[in-house]
T-cell receptor
Framework: GAVVSQHPSWVICKSGTSVKIECRSLDFQATTMFWYRQFPKQSLMLMATSNEGSKATYEQGVEKDKFLINHASLTLSTLTVTSAHPEDSSFYIC????????????FGPGTRLTVL | AQSVTQPDIHITVSEGASLELRCNYSYGATPYLFWYVQSPGQGLQLLLKYFSGDTLVQGIKGFEAEFKRSQSSFNLRKPSVHWSDAAEYFCAVGAAGGSYIPTFGRGTSLIVHP
């Protein structure tokens, strides 16, 4: 149980285009989802916290207009990287918590974004 | 605010040898503590967690960790390492109670020699 999927697993795009990454909780309802960014050989950096039906809460330094997050249902959150640039290339990981239980996150397999 | 220190960037062990990965945390109250493992190009898998109670926590894949409040540590151990254990290991600390967001350490890369 508590499986989180991400799609796509990897994506290559041209500079200036937008890319959407989906995060789904497959067998549970996730009221809260988190989006992380991970640079090579580094730890996870929290980008934003997404609650179903409300606006995401972004961490300091994360551009909300560049990284659009939508959490339209209890099983789906999306991250859209708008007007992507090479510096946006990274490994993006989402996680989800069970409704009513904030003490453990279940992580997706990650999405490798490469911007040319 | 909480913080996590994993002092070892890389650890190299021989297959069959014992393993200990260090984790020190800073947090003013009772912490929630986690160890995650990440294989290359993959997400994170929870190995074990400590919320309260017995300070020696058993996890999956033969791992265990011990919470030592006096040392602000939560070191991960395994008595006999397998080649498949080679991965990146992350320690994380969260605030007890309510909605929380864990803080991750920078990770320790485990290399296993045959």
């Amino acid at each position: 149980g508590a499986v989180v999927s991400q799609h796509p697993s990897w994506v290559i795009c041209k500079s200036g285009t937008s890319v959407k990454i989906e995060c789904r909780s497959l067998d549970f309802q996730a009221t809260t989802m988190f989006w992380y960014r991970q640079f090579p050989k580094q730890s996870l950096m929290l980008m934003a916290t997404s609650n179903e039906g409300s606006k995401a809460t972004y961490e300091q330094g994360v551009e909300k207009d560049k990284f659009l997050i939508n959490h339209a249902s209890l099983t789906l959150s999306t991250l859209t990287v708008t007007s992507a640039h090479p510096e946006d290339s990274s490994f993006y990981i989402c996680s989800a918590t069970l409704a009513g239980a904030y003490n453990e996150q279940f992580f997706g397999p990650g999405t490798r974004l490469t911007v040319l | 605010a909480q913080s996590v220190t994993q002092p070892d960037i890389h650890i190299t062990v021989s297959e069959g040898a014992s393993l200990e990965l260090r984790c020190n945390y800073s947090y003013g109250a009772t912490p929630y503590l986690f160890w995650y493992v990440q294989s290359p190009g993959q997400g994170l898998q929870l190995l074990l967690k400590y919320f309260s109670g017995d300070t020696l926590v058993q996890g999956i894949k033969g791992f265990e960790a011990e919470f030592k409040r006096s040392q602000s540590s939560f070191n991960l151990r395994k008595p006999s390492v397998h080649w498949s254990d080679a991965a990146e290991y992350f320690c994380a600390v969260g605030a007890a109670g309510g909605s929380y967001i864990p803080t991750f350490g920078r990770g320790t890369s485990l290399i296993v020699h045959p």
